[in-house]
């Protein structure tokens, strides 16, 4: 399998110089094997800086880029594999599944094409090659009827009163169309259950939570009294029994105990559907102490390929996922805590200069541009080192120190919280303690064996106090398997 063949052992060594090489990648490819592909990427670097001509070497380091959501860096590590060797088939593997996880269908489709030439026979290869072709005819179809429904929300067509509660279902219903304590006390119960909440139920909370959002500014700006605290909680992906043990350890949502969850609710964990519209409930039922922020992944292109979508469509309909996604569009894309912390989802800015007001006057009600402050908002990441530099996700920026020490300076603010970023420790403070990160999927993927945590801010003081969980047990059901097979596939 793919898998099993994931980093190749390469040809022998010609010379003391690559010989080094060579031991330098075995040892990346052992890190590689248990996981830890930081330590991967480390060693294959080093491999490559002795013999920068070996394709294997950034072919390997391409997947181990792949692994850890690089995917502008594996993007052109697979490129220069194939560069160095246009007969080596899994640098054109490689560079498929980078273009396939930022969406460049058409940049995918060629290169899976390639392969096929040169493996005729190869049933995966094969299988890869009319997926992609599929994904690239529908989006053409999609392209073609969107300025038609451009104006017309999926809302327009349903016939929500009309809609029947089976005498079979014994699940949670709203009480006269609102969402109650009890309500969400037993759809969070039903949902541990692995039941399904009646569609009906669901599209009524999806038009309330649609009205709710779409009054919102695209900066929210919420005040802490002295004596108030707030949860803020980083990536939860899917993850709804990791979710459920927050609740357990930090206490339910409430007027007293408010929560900002920071974006990316969906997509890799097998539970987006329940994370989602367990946060859209607590939405409706606090609406001025439980805030939602937009993530990279309540986007289409990311839902289509990390398995949201799928799972949606699997678990009700293409038309409810329609209705999910003008929902997303609406979620407010940052957050300031008494004039002083900034929460997003991604990052800083790919421009020096920008305020507040511009975030604030962004209009939002679509799906995020290739570049500018929306883009930036969701992708970019926080570097070591000053100024800023190419995304290692092929979109957006990173930012280094000066950058976000002169956007706090300029704003009057105090420094930053941001998730988008898996950590081993659920958290990391950078940039000089200007720069916070917090991401609370733990086991990430059920493999990257991260810790999750959340932070408290008080109104007293606004300092960061970090709590850190382990991944819980969650039901035998495989990550992704709502995903579209290709990019699993492709990510191999």
């Excluded at 060579?22 to 094997?33: D, H, M």
């Excluded at 409430?254 to 329940?274: L, Q």
């Amino acid at each position: 399998a793919e898998e099993e063949r994931a980093v190749e052992a390469g040809g022998e060594p010609t010379s003391n110089k690559e010989k080094t090489a060579e031991e330098l990648k075995e040892q990346a490819n052992e890190y590689f094997r248990v996981k830890d592909y930081d330590h991967a990427v480390q060693y294959y670097t080093q491999a490559i800086d002795l013999s920068p001509d070996t394709a294997i070497y950034y072919g390997n380091r391409s997947l181990a880029y792949l692994r850890t959501e690089c995917y502008g860096y594996a993007l052109a590590d697979a490129s220069r594999a194939i560069q160095l060797d246009a007969k080596y088939i899994k640098g054109y593997y490689r560079r498929a599944a980078s273009n396939m996880a930022l969406g460049k269908l058409k940049a995918a489709l060629k290169d899976y094409e390639t392969v096929v030439k040169v493996r005729p026979h190869d049933k995966d290869a094969q299988m890869k090659f009319q997926e992609c072709n599929k994904l690239v005819r529908q989006k053409a179809f999609e392209r073609a009827i969107a300025c038609e429904q451009h104006n017309r929300s999926v809302v327009d067509s349903l016939d929500i009163e009309g809609m029947t509660i089976e005498d079979e279902y014994t699940g949670p219903q709203l009480q006269d169309g609102n969402v109650t304590v009890d309500f969400m006390l037993e759809l969070m119960q039903f949902y541990k259950d692995q039941k399904k909440l009646h569609r009906k139920c669901l599209y009524q909370m999806l038009v309330q939570v649609k009205d709710i959002l779409s009054k919102l500014p695209s900066l929210v700006e919420v005040s802490l009294e002295k004596s108030q605290q707030v949860t803020v909680c980083g990536d939860t992906h899917g993850q709804f029994y990791d979710l459920m043990n927050i609740f357990h350890l930090n206490g339910l949502p409430s007027e007293n105990n408010p929560y900002i969850f920071n974006g990316d609710f969906v997509d890799r964990g097998s539970f987006s559907v329940e994370v989602i519209v367990t946060l859209f409930g607590f939405k409706l039922l606090y609406p001025a102490h439980f805030h939602l922020l937009r993530g990279n992944h309540e986007t289409d292109t990311m839902n289509q390929m990390y398995g949201f979508e799928g799972e949606v469509k699997a678990k009700y309909s293409a038309q409810m996922f329609q209705l999910f996604s003008e929902v997303f569009q609406w979620l407010p894309l940052a957050m300031c805590v008494n004039q002083r912390v900034l929460i997003m989802h991604g990052g800083l800015f790919s421009e020096d200069g920008v305020t507040l007001d511009q975030i604030r006057n962004i209009e939002r009600n679509r799906q995020p541009p290739d570049s500018g402050p929306m883009c930036d908002l969701l992708w970019s990441d926080p570097q070591p080192q000053d100024g800023r530099s190419t995304s290692k996700r092929g979109v957006s920026c990173q930012f280094g120190p000066d950058v976000t020490h002169q956007f706090l300076e300029e704003n009057g603010l105090d420094y930053i919280i941001r998730s988008h970023e898996v950590k081993p420790e659920g958290y990391e403070v950078s940039h000089n303690g200007l720069c916070v990160t917090v991401f609370s999927a733990p086991n990430y993927c059920d493999q990257m064996g991260n810790k999750g945590a959340y932070i408290h801010l008080s109104g007293s003081d606004l300092k960061p106090k970090f709590h850190q969980f382990e991944a819980v047990p969650h039901p035998n059901v495989k990550p992704m398997m709502y995903a579209n097979s290709l990019l699993q596939m492709g990510m191999m």
